[in-house]
T-cell receptor, first 117, second 114 residues
């Protein structure tokens, strides 16, 4: 079974500073994908970034980058130049790539990020 | 391009009643998954549909069921509602059920059972 651990229930960051949200995962499978989602108070889950287990380079999407360390089984999200609109709950998730019966997303417990003006 | 649409956004039901939630995926997406989000259990997978067939099911009682139509729209039904069914129900759509395809979520349906 897959497991995602997010050890930071809440984080604070000053506007315009960078912040790292931690995520570790556990799976015995070699082929998997890692996702980060943002959930504002409205409830919608907004896709931010994806990293495949075979991708050699860290994924980047605008101000978001994923610090992927396969040997340590970590997939930390780095948000550069934080904005007030970044305040939200952030979820790390994983999905096996080829397993026929286990393609669902497994989520961590989330990190509530608050950006301070 | 329209996103994932879930209706209704909010719902209040009484214990013992049944409820049907609807999800319209992004145009062209054929895979729809449902998740339940509660403060205590977090985000849990309910089921996944592709081409009108249930491909995968989470660990939920039989009171939870779903279906997918030929236009990829999906509905989920919860019968004999319990207080513990109060949750945010999220629908996600993907082009197809491959692990490396992005899953896009709707805004969810917030169900309150009283």
């Amino acid at each position: 079974a897959q497991k995602i651990t997010q050890t930071q229930p809440g984080m604070f960051v000053q506007e315009k500073e960078a912040v790292t949200l931690d995520c570790t995962y556990d799976t015995s499978d070699q082929s998997y994908g890692l996702f980060w989602y943002k959930q504002p108070s409205s409830g919608e889950m907004i896709f931010l970034i994806y990293q495949g287990s075979y991708d050699e380079q860290n994924a980047t999407e605008g101000r978001y980058s994923l610090n992927f360390q396969k040997a340590r089984k970590s997939a930390n999200l780095v948000i550069s130049a934080s904005q007030l609109g970044d305040s939200a709950m952030y979820f790390c998730a994983m999905r096996l790539l080829y397993s026929g019966s286990a393609r669902q997303l497994t989520f961590g417990s989330g990190t509530q990020l608050t950006v301070l003006p | 391009k329209a996103g994932v649409t879930q209706t209704p956004r909010y719902l209040i039901k009484t214990r013992g009643q049944q409820v049907t939630l609807s999800c319209s995926p992004i145009s062209g997406h054929r895979s729809v998954s449902w998740y339940q989000q509660t403060p205590g259990q977090g985000l849990q997978f309910l089921f996944e549909y592709f081409s009108e067939t249930q491909r995968n099911k989470g660990n939920f009682p039989g009171r939870f069921s779903g279906r997918q139509f030929s236009n990829s729209r999906s509905e989920m039904n919860v019968s004999t509602l319990e207080l513990g069914d109060s949750a945010l129900y999220l629908c996600a759509s993907s082009l197809e059920p491959r692990g490396n395809t992005e899953a896009f979520f709707g805004q969810g349906t917030r169900l309150t059972v009283v």
